[in-house]
T-cell receptor
Framework: RKEVEQDPGPFNVPEGATVAFNCTYSNSASQSFFWYRQDCRKEPKLLMSVYSSGNEDGRFTAQLNRASQYISLLIRDSKLSDSATYLCVVNIGGYGGATNKLIFGTGTLLAVQP | SAVISQKPSRDICQRGTSLTIQCQVDSQVTMMFWYRQQPGQSLTLIATANQGSEATYESGFVIDKFPISRPNLTFSTLTVSNMSPEDSSIYLC??????????????FGPGTRLTVL
């Protein structure tokens, strides 16, 4: 079983749609969680850290369910510029520790259509 | 976040040769890492570059193949040795976030796109 699993997509949605990505992780000791965005031929860029209480940043909402080891990302009112690969990322190192290891999912491709 | 640069941005190399990739950060950072992203794949951690000591390698990666230097808190190099076509990949360095709340975030350099013929 992969340590971080995502639906690879592609998700083809019209502009203005709401789209949700899901991710599961296998290491129950994981402490911190992230969504990164990667555009074609570019490096991954941190989109959001995901906190236990869930968090929102504009059109983006991230949720964490530790009991189910499940992370989600919701994008409202999709824009053409949201087209990218979204990477679910888990840090198994915990906060403030010497270990700081990111495990990446394979990514979910989003294509927002005009 | 820190500004991270990598050199070269891309290269095409012959099999059997070696390439050294440089990663420069505009501020001192505690944690630096090297990742590989093979075509169509996600990122895989190669090693953690430790300042003043040997790098910590992940399973499947060894020092003889991927020697790493970290002479100070702003610079690291990754060498891909005795290259084969299977080493064709994007190599990315990253740095750990600064500050108590951002310890576990990482920020990536632009990557080095390597093609081995």
């Amino acid at each position: 079983r992969k340590e971080v699993e995502q639906d690879p997509g592609p998700f083809n949605v019209p502009e203005g749609a709401t789209v949700a990505f899901n991710c599961t992780y296998s290491n129950s000791a994981s402490q911190s969680f992230f969504w990164y965005r990667q555009d074609c031929r570019k490096e991954p860029k941190l989109l959001m850290s995901v906190y236990s209480s869930g968090n929102e940043d504009g059109r983006f909402t991230a949720q964490l369910n530790r009991a189910s080891q499940y992370i989600s990302l919701l994008i409202r009112d999709s824009k053409l510029s949201d087209s990218a690969t979204y990477l679910c990322v888990v840090n198994i190192g915990g906060y403030g520790g010497a270990t700081n290891k990111l495990i990446f999912g394979t990514g979910t491709l989003l294509a927002v259509q005009p | 976040s820190a500004v991270i640069s990598q050199k070269p941005s891309r290269d095409i190399c012959q099999r059997g040769t070696s390439l050294t990739i440089q990663c420069q950060v505009d501020s001192q950072v505690t944690m630096m890492f090297w990742y590989r992203q093979q075509p169509g794949q996600s990122l895989t951690l190669i090693a953690t570059a430790n300042q003043g000591s040997e790098a910590t390698y992940e399973s499947g990666f060894v020092i003889d193949k991927f020697p790493i230097s970290r002479p100070n808190l702003t610079f690291s190099t990754l060498t891909v040795s005795n290259m084969s076509p299977e080493d064709s990949s994007i190599y990315l360095c990253s740095v750990g976030g600064q500050g108590a709340l951002r310890d576990n975030e990482q920020f990536f350099g632009p990557g080095t796109r390597l093609t081995v013929l």
